[in-house]
């Protein structure tokens, strides 16, 4: 079946304890992306690559890394997690126009 | 301002009706144009994309898109409650890599 999947679906952390967010498709696309949404805010891009080792910024990338070494994987990685990263995140691949959205990783950071 | 609008709604319609979705973007020099469904706890799935001016149909969707006043409208033809969910409007902006999300309309459909 194809699909993107996230990894863990729910975490509570604490300030400043780094965590990795990983998201794999096994659709063979070279577009990946990583959203975050929040009420009345929508999903913001937060980056995006555009195949192996090429990344770049989406909209709101300022307390996010990200890695592309496999192209089917884009783990999201946030060094020292802050309450204003509480969020739901979604990893989304897509072919030509059309995104396919994993389920959704529910991050608390108190 | 954001890139994207859209009223968030609720908007209800009666079954059977016709709903009508509504979007503005900011970057005239949007090129692409989509409509996601998302379901209360699950991940948006994509309805439609418009490229270009007119009327795009599929089924019992309609994709309406003028670039001169930089609007993009949904029309959901009769209407079923399976259809109540959050509708978000995207737009790929000059930079073809980069997707801006309005915050969603509420649509509840009732039987």
């Known amino acids: 079946e194809a699909q993107v999947t996230q990894n863990p679906r729910y975490l509570i952390t604490v300030t400043g304890k780094k965590l990795t967010v990983t998201c794999s498709q096994n659709m063979n696309h070279e577009y990946m992306s990583w959203y975050r949404q929040d009420p009345g805010l929508g999903l913001r891009q937060i980056y995006y690559?555009?195949?192996?080792?090429?990344?770049d910024k989406g909209d709101v990338p300022e307390g996010y890394k990200v890695s592309r070494k496999e192209k089917r994987n884009f783990p999201l990685i946030l060094e020292s997690p802050s309450p204003n990263q509480t969020s739901l995140y979604f990893c989304a691949s897509s072919w030509r126009d059309t995104q396919y959205f994993g389920p959704g990783t529910r991050l608390t950071v108190l | 301002q954001k890139e994207v609008e859209q009223n968030s709604g609720p908007l209800s319609v009666p079954e059977g009706a016709i709903a009508s979705l509504n979007c503005t973007y900011s970057d005239r020099g949007s090129q692409s144009f989509f409509w996601y469904r998302q379901y209360s706890g699950k991940s948006p799935e994509l309805i439609m994309f418009i490229y270009s001016n007119g009327d795009k149909e599929d089924g019992r969707f309609t994709a309406q898109l003028n670039k001169a006043s930089q609007y993009v409208s949904l029309l959901i033809r009769d209407s079923q409650p399976s259809d109540s969910a959050t509708y978000l409007c995207a737009v790929n902006a000059n930079n073809f890599n980069k997707f801006y999300f309005g915050s969603g309309t509420k649509l509840n459909v009732k039987p």
């Open positions: 690559s555009m195949n192996v080792e090429v990344t």
